[in-house]
DNA sequence: CACAATACTTGCACTTTGCAAGTATATGTG
DNA sequence: CACATATACTTGCAAAGTGCAAGTATTGTG
C-alpha cells in the first residue's frame, strides 16, 4: 500500500503506477508487430490473436479461441471471418454438434503465422536480454500470479473493488 | 484429411509470450477502471491519463500532457477538451509563449482524480498484495528496462527487428 | 513586413466496437 | 412430434474512436 504524498491528491503517479507501467511496455512492444502484420498480411490484431492461437490447437471452437486470446465472440467472429476471407483459415461444422465451427489452420495461414512469430521472437529476445536469469525466472512466477488476479479483479468489477478498498 | 502439424511452426505459444502476457495483465486490470471513469464521469481513457498527469504537474502544456502520457496530439486537445467540458480542467494561454496552453486541473477534476485513483490504488494494492518484498523489487527494476527497451524496439520499427533477427 | 516555424485545433473520412436482433442447430417437455 | 428453450455463433447498424489534411493563432527570422 502507498502513502499519500502532496497535500490534496491520492499520489498516485501515473508513470510509477504497476498497471500503466505494463500498459506502456505492452503497447510499445505491440506497435512494430502490429504494423507488421496489418501492413503486411492486412491482419487486425484479433486476427493475429485468433491465428496464433489456432497455430497451435487445431480445429478449436470460436468459444475456445476465444478464451485462449481473450476475445468476445463477435470479434472472434470477425477475426475468424478475416482469417477466413485471407485464406488463413477455414471453417468446417463440428462434427458432432454443427452449432460449433470447427476453425483450421490453413497452409499459407502457418507460413505467415511463422513469419509474424518470428519477428514476435525477436521483439521477445530483445526484451528477455535486458534481463538476468534469475530475474526472468523471478518475472514468470510473478506474472503468473498476476494474470490470476487481473483475471479476479476484471471478474469482479469495479462495485466490489471499492467495497473491499473501504474495508480492509 | 487434415493433420494438426505443430511439427512446422516457430513454436510461439502466445499464452507464454512475454508481450501477450504483460497485454493480458494491463488489459484485465484496465477493464474495470475504465467502466468506473466511463460511467461515474464519462471519461474516455485519454480523458484519465491527461487528467492522471495534470493531477501531479500544474500548468502543462499539451506536448508535456503527451511526452507523459504517450498520446499524439490529437488526442490529447480532444481529451483537454472533454476534461474542460466536464469542468475537471482549464486552459489558459501561457502567459509568456500564446501558442502554448496551460492546463490545470479544477477543484472538480481533483475530486474526480482522487475517486478514479482511490480505485487504481486499490487495484495496483491487489496485484502487489500477490508478490514479495523481493519481488517487487526485481519487477520495478525489470519493469524500468523493460520500459526503455520497448521504447526503442517501438522507435526503430520492424524494419530493423527483422535485420537484427537475421544478422544477431 | 513577408514568410517560415511552432503549437495546437478542427473537420471529415474511415475503422473499430458494442449491442440488438437474427440464423442455425440441439435439447428438453407435454 | 410439435413447440418452447437453450446454445453457438453471425450480422447489421449506430456510436465511439482514429488518422490525417487542412486551418487558426502566435512567434521567430531575414
Redesign the interface.
Known sequence: ??QAA?A????????A???Y?????????????E??YSETFGLSQAGW?IL??I?????ANASEIGR???LDPFAVSRGIGQLADLGFAVRRPGKTDRRFAAV?ITRSG?TA??RI???????????????SES?RN??D???T???????R??A???RA??D??GTP
Chains 1, 2 share one sequence.
Open positions: 500500500m502507498k502532496p490534496s491528491d491520492d499520489g498516485l503517479k501515473l508513470s503506477w504497476l498497471p507501467r505494463l500498459f506502456l511496455v505492452a503497447a510499445q512492444v505491440a506497435r512494430p508487430l504494423s507488421f490473436r496464433a492461437v497455430a497451435e490447437r487445431d480445429a485462449a486470446c481473450a483450421s502457418r503465422f511463422n512469430a518470428g519477428l514476435g521472437g525477436a521483439i521477445e529476445a530483445r526484451l528477455l536480454a535486458r534481463l530475474e523471478t518475472l512466477s510473478a506474472l500470479r498476476l494474470e490470476g488476479e487481473s483475471a479483479i476484471d469482479v468489477g469495479w473493488l471499492l473491499d478498498a
